[in-house]
């Protein structure tokens, strides 16, 4: 029977491979200069919001790669209602964060009333939820419908392939680069070994 050590010990292992899973995106900046940045946009249309973002968790921190109304690169994880949608395999819907149970952090780190709140998580090809994708307005609205959601999980799935696609085209450039380096610094050895030749031979005709 699983005890609660061992479930402690199962989430620690899955948020020590997710945070890895961060790790290698690379450069933040870098995606922030992507594509990405018309998908909030959209969100904020698709769902009637007044701001929008996708974002990846750390261990302390919410990065915001893309966003609309929310004038933010980061905002510390504690208080959002993103890490909610992390532990969830769809879409999360909350009427009204500020007045619910599960949000026990008095801070509001979005420096903007809270109150409803729509989100997906970014899921990798290994299942790991790598971030969100969500939109949040001030005044209550009615949810969205079971279409709107599809749609929203739709531009998670396209957010999440672009994003680990830029992060592997960053590792390429990483390892071209570090290639590139090797060749030049033993084209300077080669050089360098011929020119000690040289004044090897040089010395012997002069004696």
């Given at each position: 029977?699983?005890?609660?050590?061992?479930?402690?010990?199962?989430?620690?292992?899955?948020?020590?491979?997710?945070?890895?899973?961060?790790?290698?995106?690379?450069?933040?900046?870098?995606?922030?200069?992507?594509?990405?940045?018309?998908?909030?946009a959209l969100?904020?249309?698709?769902?009637?919001?007044?701001?929008?973002?996708?974002?990846?968790?750390?261990?302390?921190?919410?990065?915001?790669?893309?966003?609309?109304?929310?004038?933010?690169?980061?905002?510390?994880?504690?208080?959002?209602?993103?890490?909610?949608?992390?532990?969830?395999?769809?879409?999360?819907?909350?009427?009204?964060?500020?007045?619910?149970?599960?949000?026990?952090?008095?801070?509001?780190?979005?420096?903007?009333?809270?109150?409803?709140?729509?989100?997906?998580?970014?899921?990798?090809?290994?299942?790991?939820?790598?971030?969100?994708?969500?939109?949040?307005?001030?005044?209550?609205?009615?949810?969205?419908?079971?279409?709107?959601?599809?749609?929203?999980?739709?531009?998670?799935?396209?957010?999440?392939?672009?994003?680990?696609?830029?992060?592997?085209?960053?590792?390429?450039?990483?390892?071209?680069?570090?290639?590139?380096?090797?060749?030049?610094?033993?084209?300077?050895?080669?050089?360098?070994?011929?020119r000690q030749?040289?004044?090897?031979?040089?010395?012997?005709?002069?004696?």
């Open positions: 029977m699983e005890t609660e050590l061992d479930q402690a010990a199962l989430l620690k292992q899955i948020e020590i491979k997710r945070l890895e899973s961060i790790s290698n995106l690379g450069n933040l900046d870098k995606l922030r200069k992507s594509e990405i940045q018309t998908v909030p969100v904020k249309n698709l769902l009637g919001v007044e701001a929008a973002g996708i974002s990846v968790l750390d261990e302390n921190t919410q990065h915001f790669l893309a966003e609309s109304g929310l004038d933010k690169t980061e905002v510390p994880r504690a208080g959002s209602p993103c890490n909610l949608t992390m532990q969830s395999e769809g879409a999360l819907v909350i009427e009204n964060w500020e007045q619910d149970a599960r949000n026990g952090e008095p801070e509001n780190p979005f420096e903007m009333e809270r109150c409803f709140y729509a989100g997906v998580p970014l899921i990798n090809p290994e299942g790991v939820a790598m971030g969100t994708l969500f939109g949040m307005s001030s005044n209550s609205q009615d949810p969205p419908s079971e279409e709107k959601l599809e749609l929203l999980a739709g531009l998670s799935r396209m957010v999440t392939e672009k994003i680990l696609a830029l992060a592997e085209v960053q590792q390429l450039s990483k390892q071209i680069a570090r290639l590139n380096l090797k060749a030049k610094l033993s084209n300077n050895l080669t050089k360098e070994v011929a030749r040289q004044l090897v031979e040089e010395a012997r005709e002069e004696i």
